[in-house]
């Protein structure tokens, strides 16, 4: 009888729980930094996508304002003189035309090494207007910053998140002495706010500069700065051209600068997520917790320069 062969003993053993748990905890970790890793790529990416529209956003406005006042055209007004040389100046004829408003500054601080939020940046809102001639009409554009929100509670203005606006109004008669251009903005600005179309939201910051074919800042542009920098008046100084100065060469006589030579225009926007961030504040009834928040958004302003030159200066 054949003898009945046996299976030799097998010495594999299988996972105890002590290793299972380990593989399990590694698998764990790697999953967990794999999406610690594609959370953060898709951060960046949109982080990219939402600076991308901000800068395209901000040259086409830049761009924009840029062309207006590059086209800045002269009537050749002669009844301009201003004998008494007085502030603010008398209605006549406007060219070029800009104010800033110190009271609807957005004031943006940091902290400092000693952790106390000090000053870092003031952002500033100018109002802009030019006379502009195409062919034989005459174009009156502005542009403003008005209020996003209002404060319901009090009738004032929330400072700190505007929305740009662009005016454009136009005439086929002959310019004379006629300052209705230029009057009708500013009526249009302060109470009905007809032939403005609105350009862009979260705007902080706009600001011109008008230079002298030397490159220099008009002496009373600077003056009217000075007066202006720590006025709280909705109703501040206006710099406009043409502008009649002293002449320092003989003091009875006067400088017509009718328009500046070229200007530098800046342009704030504030990112598209703090901008919502804020609104959400705000329309939750925070208007105090919005505001600080905004106080702290120095890093999330885009900033946009550009220097134009005006051909039709003298």
Same mark, same amino acid.
């Given at each position: ?81 201003? #004998? /008494? %040389?007085? @502030?603010? *100046?008398?209605?006549?004829? &406007? =060219? ?86 230029? #009057? /009708? %903005?500013? @009526?249009? *600005?302060?109470?009905?706010? &007809? =032939? ?86 705000? #329309? ?31």
């Amino acid at each position: 009888m054949r003898p009945i062969l046996r299976r030799p003993s097998c010495s594999c053993r299988g996972l105890t729980i002590l290793e299972m748990l380990v593989s399990t905890a590694m698998l764990a970790v790697i999953v967990v930094g794999l999406t610690a890793m594609l959370i953060q790529t898709q951060k960046a990416f949109k982080t990219g996508i939402k600076q991308t529209t901000v800068t395209d956003a901000g040259r086409a406005i830049v761009d924009m304002i840029a062309a207006d006042l590059s086209q800045s055209s002269d009537p050749h007004f002669t009844n301009v003189i201003n #004998t /008494n %040389f007085s @502030y603010p *100046l008398p209605p006549y004829p &406007t =060219n070029l035309f800009w104010q800033w408003i110190p009271a609807y500054d957005l004031i943006q601080s940091n902290l400092n090494g000693s952790g106390i939020m000090v000053p870092f940046r003031v952002n500033e809102l100018e109002d802009i207007f030019v006379t502009v001639q195409t062919n034989n009409t005459w174009l009156g554009i502005g542009y403003c910053v008005s209020n996003w929100f209002t404060n319901s509670g009090t009738g004032l203005p929330f400072p700190g998140l505007y929305t740009l606006y662009r005016y454009v109004t136009n005439t086929t008669a002959p310019l004379t002495n006629d300052i209705f251009l230029y #009057t /009708n %903005f500013q @009526y249009s *600005l302060q109470n009905n706010f &007809t =032939n403005f179309h609105r350009i862009a939201d979260g705007v902080v910051h706009m600001k011109i500069t008008a230079y002298d074919a030397s490159g220099n800042e008009d002496p009373n542009e600077l003056y009217i700065e000075s007066l202006n920098y720590n006025s709280t008046s909705l109703n501040p100084v206006p710099i406009q051209y043409p502008v009649v100065e002293f002449n320092p060469t003989n003091s009875s006589m006067y400088i017509t600068n009718y328009l500046p030579h070229s200007v530098d225009i800046e342009l704030g926007i504030l990112e598209p997520e703090a901008f919502e961030h804020a609104r959400a504040l705000f #329309t939750a009834g925070a208007t105090v917790a919005a505001e600080q928040y905004l106080s702290t958004c120095a890093g999330q302003v885009e900033i946009f320069r550009q220097h134009i030159i005006i051909p039709a200066a003298p």
